[in-house]
């Protein structure tokens, strides 16, 4: 767990580079299960969990497979809270390290259960004497668990971080690392992405496909997103997202999940905005192989209305204009 390497997207030729923190490539594929042993380890040491007690978590999928993992390890049982939102992979990942799943919600629904799934959560505690809910959303270990994510950045962009961006949902990701890094010194300036139909920046309540980010209308914000570490908050919609995620896959080799591909947009689409020279990192929070049957089903996408070709030419421009960018510098530092 930990120690995922950095790639290189692009550059431009001021001398600013888009970088992704690959924290898809950690057990499970996601950057969760970072928080998940912070906050089992955290709950043991205070007595809150019990030897052979059950977890109890609503979950879209990436902490529940974290939870899922490392129950598995120190002798937990595990039950996730789920809805029919979340992408199956994860549910059959989940099933497959020993969870148990509980469904709520309608299975043709658009959007996430959120306010369902901490009912029965609830519910369940009630009524099982071992059980333990971390509840992800408040949770001040979910957030502490990604101080290992800061200094490893730290440790591998000594040079600073000027820009951090990911995808928001509970929150302790972005907020967590921010807080770290500008602990450790970097500027981090913070960047915040949610899908569109999300409610954490506000706006029009919607239905949304991207899995494991943004907020349903009704659900309470919890304690970990942190506006006073937001610099600033935007909204993705899902054909742009998984525009990038398709286009990173065929051109570039890179399998990512559509809340990555939101972050990933946002980072190609404001890099040049910033002074030269800037360092701006993307947090590749979830891999994309959990989404075959969705994000890179082209039936999937042209029956959900979600499929754009002309949306995937523009990802690949944006791309191709950060090297063009690079290569006139580059001509003009010859010529000179």
């Not at 899902?238 to 559509?258: C, I, N, S």
């Not at 959990?290 to 994000?295: G, H, N, V």
Request: net charge negative.
């Amino acid at each position: 767990m930990g120690n995922t390497p950095i790639l290189e997207l692009c550059n431009t030729g001021s001398g600013s580079r888009l970088l992704l923190k690959m924290d898809c490539l950690n057990p499970t594929g996601s950057v969760k299960v970072r928080m998940a042993l912070e906050m089992i380890v955290a709950a043991e040491i205070s007595g809150e969990l019990k030897p052979g007690g059950r977890i109890i978590e609503p979950t879209s999928g990436n902490t529940g497979l974290g939870l899922a993992f490392v129950a598995s390890q120190r002798g937990y049982k595990f039950t996730a809270i789920v809805d029919h939102h979340a992408a199956k992979d994860k549910l059959r990942s989940m099933q497959a390290l020993g969870a148990e799943l509980v469904f709520v919600g309608d299975k043709e629904s658009c959007v996430p259960s959120t306010i369902l799934r901490r009912a029965k959560a609830a519910e369940i505690v009630a009524e099982t004497s071992d059980a333990w809910w971390p509840d992800q959303h408040n949770n001040p270990n979910n957030p502490a668990g990604y101080w290992q994510l800061a200094y490893e950045l730290d440790e591998q962009i000594p040079e600073k971080v000027d820009v951090l961006v990911a995808a928001i949902g509970t929150g302790g990701t972005l907020c967590g690392t921010t807080e770290h890094l500008r602990k450790l010194g970097h500027t981090a300036e913070s960047l915040a992405v949610e899908p569109e139909g999300s409610i954490i920046f506000g706006g029009v309540p919607g239905a949304y496909k991207q899995s494991g980010a943004g907020a349903p209308s009704g659900f309470k914000i919890g304690n970990n997103v942190r506006y006073n570490l937001i610099d600033h908050g935007v909204k993705v919609s899902d054909v742009k997202a998984f525009a990038v995620a398709r286009v990173l896959a065929r051109e570039h080799g890179l399998m990512v999940g559509g809340t990555a591909g939101a972050a990933i947009y946002e980072g190609l689409r404001h890099l040049h905005e910033f002074q030269a020279g800037t360092t701006m990192v993307v947090i590749v929070c979830d891999a994309g192989e959990k989404y075959l049957d969705t994000i890179f089903d082209t039936d999937w996408l042209q029956k959900n209305h979600l499929y754009s070709e002309v949306m995937e030419r523009q990802v690949s421009r944006m791309l191709r204009a950060y090297g063009d960018s690079r290569a006139i510098a580059s001509s003009f530092e010859v010529a000179g």
